[in-house]
């Protein structure tokens, strides 16, 4: 079965930084396209960050500069890089997996960004 466990999600300052990671069991990870996503109290889920089989990336214009999306396919492994944090940025971030019309999701880690 395929699953997904975020990490490193917490308390940090505005202006702080952060790294999130995503490990995958239970697949070829490196045929899937990994994603993270967030969503903060009452908004919709929203893309963050996107990488692609052949390293391709694309970001949210709210985190353009700021996040960075890597992915290290023989530790099955998908990471965020947070810096520059804002209140905005509060939000449960979600990683996905995904592969043609097959998606999997994880549980949500908490990045809470406060003084």
């Known amino acids: 079965q395929v699953q997904l466990v975020e990490s490193g999600g917490g308390l940090v300052q505005p202006g702080g930084s952060l790294r999130l990671s995503c490990v995958v069991s239970?697949?070829?990870?490196?045929?899937?396209?990994m994603g993270w996503y967030r969503q903060g109290p009452g908004k919709q889920r929203e893309l963050v960050a996107q990488?692609?089989?052949?390293?391709?990336?694309n970001y949210a214009d709210s985190v353009k500069g700021r996040f960075t999306i890597s992915r290290d396919n023989a530790k099955r492994t998908v990471y965020l890089q947070m810096s520059s944090l804002k209140p905005e940025d509060t939000a449960v971030y979600y990683c996905?997996?995904?592969?043609?019309?097959?998606?999997?999701w994880g549980q949500g880690t908490q990045v809470t960004v406060s003084s």
């Open positions: 990488i692609s089989t052949d390293g391709g990336t």
């Open positions: 239970g697949n070829i990870f490196s045929i899937y396209t």
């Open positions: 996905k997996a995904h592969r043609t019309v097959l998606a999997y």
